[in-house]
């Protein structure tokens, strides 16, 4: 008999896929609950006396080989547990290798990796096959077990084990991956089977599992999803502002003139634009003031930096972290009143490195001697600002402070004039540009490739950085000659020192819309064509989207990202978009999105959903397409392939709206440089920008290919530098 509620273990071998795993679980067992666990949490010593209350043990897929004990962990030891304490398990993958490793078999590199790639399966119809018809599986392994293969059919070991062994043991695996958006066939049908084979395998041995819920959840935690969202520092609560806006229609309003308006040429001002150059709906404007709030803060610090009308203060985070202190912060900030239609009422607006990201995977970033100087989170909160709906013309202007109608009459007034920007000479040629070398980019390609194969990743996203010393000139300048050159959905001119940024990305990272029913969306970018003679959309969509080496380096991602959602909004998550073809000014390039939202199913409380999305954004970080699959042993593996920290590049930047919407793009197609750098660079006659480019490296990789592609990219933003 199956219990009411069966509580399932789901062993994480630190895979990036491990949550959609869950979703489909969730999909296939009635009403389970499902604790997730990593596969070093615990010795076997102490999980068994709790193996026997669940109903059914999953082994998740994951990096690096069965045989290996840093890898594999606790499970190992599962399939050779004594008889009494016999769970049935299902392997994906790492856990299949596992299985067959421990009961004799070999494991084996493949000859021809498919990272990604979609393989027909045959099977007997049997088993956890039984009424499955055909099955297309997505494959994410470097190694296989050997077991007899014919021609081009995908290994596959779906048997009892214990046939083999003379054991009668309830255990089935399989080597692709089921829980893939792109299976098909192979997902939901076969876990059904397995969990009916698991009740069928439990009655007749009269095993009925006795769950104890409060021990279970010492010992492994919530289930997942675990949708409660952080609600501490409630003394931040406090009554919703009111936001006064007014809506101004100026056909001839000019984006870059009306930063002009506002002073942006005082190069040492604070300064923030997120700029809908091409493509985007909406430009954002900050009004900034000196009583503006500045909030930074670095990695490895235990406070954070809030600077204002000159005077910066250092807050202790008094062991919470920095994430949970801005959540807080914000919750405080509520504000009303704002127009439904416009995105952006007031909020933070701002940078976050890809550090912040690596540290949030509890993988170690190196101290920085400069650390208050190269801050990994960068925000201003904006009270006053400018909304231009550069389709419709309207300009919304908008005001958290009290009584500040009259700012925002006077600020429409002057907006009517910004209508033409200022004549600028041409930013001053560099006086060097140092650009990665070949050599080492391509060997660095080839120890990437070898990663691949030996099952230590799926797909790494391999970067290098160019500096540029200028003569010391203007940054404003220097954006408009960017913003000219390659104009793109999420330009962005900002200055928030000691950080000055300039953006031409065209990739949405995660944007959610305010609550209720708060919606995130992804939308990851795979696969890049540069434009050329002759390269016309027909011929884009063939080298992209009717690429196997492209398809699969962006189904990595997108099934890397289902993941990052499923792990905080639970089960609903959808894949609206697969590989869809984009224009931009120099590159085509393929782009799918995810979606998702808090089930409907799930009661957490709804007054925290306003934190969703931050909780999002800080669970997912560094975005997966400037990382590769499985996430963490990739950032591991780049971090000993490339020089140094990618800092601002590979980042995220965008705005957390006091409505509790929000939109961050990802970090690339774009150039930083910091104020003061340390003491033997420092001098006031030179900037140094860094731009950062890269390219996702797959088995497929050719590396003369990629660093063509490397180039093309860094070219879009370089050429504001150099000339075209
Ligand atoms: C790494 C960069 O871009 C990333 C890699 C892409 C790719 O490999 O096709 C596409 C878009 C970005 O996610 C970059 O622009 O520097
Ligand atoms: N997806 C996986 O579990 C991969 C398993 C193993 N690391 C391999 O590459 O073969």
């Not at 599962?78 to 078999?105: H, M, N, R, T």
């Not at 980019?441 to 970067?463: A, H, P, Q």
């Not at 609206?576 to 590159?587: N, R």
């Not at 750098?677 to 996702?696: C, L, Q, S, V």
Request: aromatic share 8%; charged share 20%; glycine share 8%.
């Amino acid at each position: 008999m199956t219990p009411e509620t069966p509580k399932v273990l789901l062993v994480d071998s630190y895979d990036s896929f491990t949550f959609n795993l869950a979703a489909l679980v969730q999909r296939s067992i009635p009403n389970c609950s499902i604790h997730i666990v990593k596969n070093d949490q615990f010795t076997i010593d102490q999980l068994l006396p709790h193996l026997r209350s669940f109903s059914a043990i999953i082994v998740g897929p994951g990096p690096g080989s069965p045989d290996k004990a840093h890898d594999i962990g606790f499970v190992k030891d599962l399939w050779k547990v004594a008889d009494e304490y016999v769970v049935p398990i299902f392997g994906v993958c790492l856990g299949l290798q596992s299985l067959c490793v421990e009961y004799g078999g070999q494991i084996k590199r493949l000859n021809v990796v498919k990272h990604g790639q979609i393989s027909r399966v045959s099977h007997t119809g049997t088993d956890i096959f039984a009424e499955v018809k055909d099955v297309f599986a997505v494959r994410y392994h470097s190694l296989h077990v050997k077991v007899d293969v014919d021609g081009d059919i995908l290994p596959l070991a779906w048997t009892d084990d214990g046939e083999e062994n003379g054991l009668h043991r309830p255990f089935w695996a399989v080597q692709y991956h089921p829980e893939s958006v792109r299976t098909d066939g192979g997902g939901l049908e076969v876990f059904q089977n397995f969990w009916r084979l698991a009740v069928q395998w439990t009655s007749q041995k009269n095993r009925q599992p006795k769950p104890d819920g409060a021990i279970l959840r010492k010992m492994f935690g919530k289930a997942w999803p675990d949708l409660d969202l952080p609600r501490h520092l409630e003394h931040h609560l406090n009554r919703a502002r009111t936001l006064s806006t007014h809506t101004f229609h100026l056909p001839d309003i000019n984006v870059v003139a009306m930063c002009e308006l506002f002073g942006v040429e005082d190069e040492n001002s604070s300064f923030a634009l997120l700029d809908s150059a091409a493509q985007g709906r909406f430009s954002i404007l900050a009004c900034l003031s000196p009583d503006s709030l500045h909030i930074s803060h670095s990695v490895n610090e235990s406070h954070l930096s809030l600077r204002k009308a000159g005077t910066t203060t250092q807050v202790d985070l008094k062991g919470t972290d920095v994430w949970t202190w801005i959540s807080a912060f914000m919750r405080g900030q509520k504000a009303l009143g704002g127009s439904p239609d416009i995105p952006f009422w007031g909020g933070l607006v701002g940078m976050l490195t890809y550090e912040i990201g690596v540290d949030g995977l509890q993988i170690p970033v190196p101290a920085r001697p400069n650390a208050a100087h190269h801050p990994d989170i960068n925000l201003v909160f904006v009270e006053r600002s400018v909304v231009v709906d550069v389709m419709t013309k309207n300009v919304t202007v908008q005001s958290l402070l009290p009584n500040d109608e009259e700012w925002i009459m006077e600020t429409g007034r002057k907006l009517a004039g910004a209508t033409v920007p200022a004549a600028y000479p041409p930013p001053a040629r560099p006086l060097s540009v140092v650009t990665p070398k070949k050599e080492k980019y391509i060997s660095r390609v080839n120890e990437c490739k070898e990663y691949l194969f030996s099952g230590d990743s799926y797909e790494l996203c391999l970067t290098g950085q160019t500096h540029i010393t200028t003569p010391s000139g203007s940054s404003w300048n220097r954006y408009k000659t960017l913003r000219s050159n390659n104009p793109a959905p999420h330009s962005a001119y900002m200055r928030l020192s000691p950080t000055t940024f300039l953006s031409s990305s065209p990739e949405r990272f995660l944007s959610f819309s305010r609550p209720p029913g708060s919606l995130c969306q992804l939308r990851p970018i795979k696969g890049t064509v540069r434009k050329g003679p002759g390269v016309t959309r027909e011929i884009a969509e063939e080298l992209l989207a009717g690429s196997v080496k492209e398809v699969a380096e962006n189904l990595m991602i997108v099934d890397l990202i289902r993941h990052d959602l499923h792990g905080v909004v639970g089960e609903d998550v959808q894949v609206t978009k697969f590989c869809v073809v984009e224009e931009y000014e120099t590159v085509y390039q393929l782009v799918s999105v995810i979606e998702g939202r808090l089930s409907e199913s799930s009661s957490p409380d709804r007054s925290s959903e306003s934190q969703l999305g931050w909780e999002v954004l800080r669970k997912s970080l560094p975005p997966g397409s400037m990382t590769g699959a499985p996430k963490k042993r990739s950032v591991e593996i780049l971090q000993t392939l490339e020089d140094g920290e990618r800092m601002i590049y590979s980042g995220v930047f965008g705005y957390w709206c006091v409505s509790g919407g929000g939109d961050w793009a990802v970090t690339i197609r774009s150039c930083f440089k910091y104020d003061e750098e340390p003491a033997e660079y420092r001098d006031d006659k030179f900037d140094k920008w860094t731009i950062g480019a890269g390219g996702a490296i797959t088995a497929l990789s050719d590396p003369e290919a990629e660093w063509e592609e490397m180039n093309t990219k860094l070219s879009s933003v370089l050429r504001s530098f150099v000339g075209a």
